[in-house]
């Protein structure tokens, strides 16, 4: 009788440390809810960033005024007949 109680508490013992810190255990679980709170947040970022992408592209194909802004903006592009100031603080 003594050896079935301790052959259960043994059980008991091995499904404890299987359920706790087994492959597939209650820490582990934690740690994976961890990162994919982690990746969902990085995820939202890259969507916001691609739907932005995708709303410049749109722009850039439909209207010549994206074009324009960005040739004056990046490339200090101006139009015939058009003066260019250039403020310079002291």
Do not use: C
């Not at 947040?41 to 749109?58: D, P, T, Y």
């Amino acid at each position: 009788m003594k050896w079935l109680v301790g052959l259960i508490f043994f059980a008991l013992v091995a499904m404890q440390y299987s359920l706790w810190w087994g492959q597939s255990g209650l820490l582990e679980v934690a740690l994976l809810q961890e990162r994919i709170t982690a990746q969902e947040a990085v995820n939202a970022g890259l969507s916001k960033r691609n739907r932005q992408l995708h709303a410049e592209v749109l722009d850039l194909k439909q209207g010549i005024s994206a074009i324009e802004e960005r040739a004056r903006h990046d490339l200090g592009m101006i139009k015939p007949n058009e003066t260019f100031y250039q403020l310079v603080e002291d």
